[in-house]
């Protein structure tokens, strides 16, 4: 099941994603349905999994719940996310791009190849936006880029609830200026982009292998198109979230990205306008422009 958040008269509702509709679950409980959070306190609570809450959902109200098309919806973020954190050089490719374009030499091989990850803070929720929203990029970099990237969603306790798309936009110049500016090239106005839905993992399992694509447009024109597939991923999703949570307490409803695949050419950089669309099998496509800060 794919979960999604839109707008409807000025409030934030919660729905399910059923091919060109939506159906609106927010009155399914009295004292509503507000986030995928509210669904995996249900479920637990009967013991069962959210994917199979929903069907109950669904069945139990035929008539009583609202189906709208999704084409005429104000998609929102999926969560509001309280963190949002970081995988890198989870790919071979990103590994071998990153030691060649940034000139910094050792270090992306040794993390690819060591057994801890690298596991970096990304973004609070006010970085962070959703469909058709205004992704930045910062005005002291001349090289920026979008990492697309699946990503996991945490419920209570640490365990995956679900799936969403994410934009790591980075600053590939700062980081490559120093590692130790990381933080700068990766963490700043509307740096992360999340959605358009959260698919359950009764859907996809804990280990899901989807197809990511990757398209920027510029003034209509195709500029770039990337494709990966997370069978690609060098490390598991368990080990990545096993090493988020080590010693970390990380709060329910964050979002873990997974590393990117997909790498434009060295000589490319997005601009103000350009429209990147990231779209990953069983999620849906994340759609943003970008805004020069
Ligand atoms: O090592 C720097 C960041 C890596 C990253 O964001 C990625 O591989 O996706
Ligand atoms: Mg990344």
Same mark, same amino acid.
């Given at each position: 099941?794919?979960? @999604?958040?839109?707008?409807? !008269?000025? /409030?934030?509702?919660?729905?399910?994603?059923?091919?060109?509709? *939506?159906?609106?679950?927010? $009155?399914?409980?009295?004292?509503?349905?507000?986030?995928?959070?509210?669904?995996?306190?249900?479920?637990?609570?009967?013991?069962?999994?959210?994917?199979?809450?929903?069907?109950?959902?669904?069945?139990?109200?035929?008539?009583?719940?609202?189906?709208?098309?999704?084409?005429?919806?104000?998609?929102?973020?999926?969560?509001?996310?309280?963190?949002?954190?970081?995988?890198?050089?989870?790919?071979?490719?990103?590994?071998?791009?990153?030691?060649?374009?940034?000139?910094?030499?050792?270090?992306?091989?040794? @993390?690819?190849?060591?057994? !801890?990850? /690298?596991?970096?803070?990304?973004?609070?929720?006010?970085?962070? *936006?959703?469909?058709?929203? $205004?992704?930045?990029?910062?005005?002291?970099?001349?090289?920026?880029?979008?990492?697309p990237e699946l990503a996991f969603v945490l419920g209570f306790d640490g365990e995956i609830i679900g799936f969403t798309a994410g934009n790591d936009v980075s600053s590939r110049d700062i980081e490559a200026a120093n590692p130790l500016y990381l933080s700068q090239a990766k963490i700043f106005e509307a740096c992360c982009a999340i959605g358009p839905s959260i698919v359950t993992v009764d859907e996809v399992g804990l280990e899901p292998k989807l197809n990511i694509e990757c398209r920027i447009f510029r003034n209509g024109n195709m500029i770039f198109e990337g494709k990966t597939s997370t069978e690609q991923m060098k490390r598991s999703i368990s080990e990545i979230r096993e090493y988020l949570l080590k010693y970390n307490p990380v709060p329910p409803g964050s979002v873990c990205l997974t590393g990117t695949g997909i790498i434009p050419p060295e000589d490319f950089s997005l601009i103000e306008g350009d429209i990147v669309e990231i779209e990953i099998e069983k999620i849906g496509i994340l759609k943003n422009k970008v805004k020069l800060l």
């Open positions: 099941m794919k979960i @999604v958040r839109f707008i409807l !008269r000025d /409030e934030v509702r919660l729905g399910v994603w059923v091919n060109e509709e *939506v159906i609106d679950i927010t $009155e399914a409980k009295d004292d509503k349905y507000q986030s995928i959070l509210d669904l995996s306190i249900d479920a637990k609570r009967k013991n069962r999994s959210i994917g199979d809450l929903l069907k109950e959902i669904i069945t139990e109200n035929p008539q009583g719940l609202k189906r709208l098309p999704f084409k005429n919806l104000k998609i929102i973020k999926p969560i509001d996310p309280p963190e949002v954190w970081g995988a890198g050089v989870t790919y071979k490719r990103a590994e071998e791009e990153r030691e060649k374009e940034t000139g910094v030499k050792g270090i992306y091989s040794m @993390v690819y190849k060591a057994k !801890r990850p /690298e596991i970096f803070f990304k973004a609070t929720n006010h970085r962070c *936006v959703g469909p058709d929203e $205004e992704i930045g990029i910062r005005g002291d970099s001349n090289w920026s880029v979008p990492e």
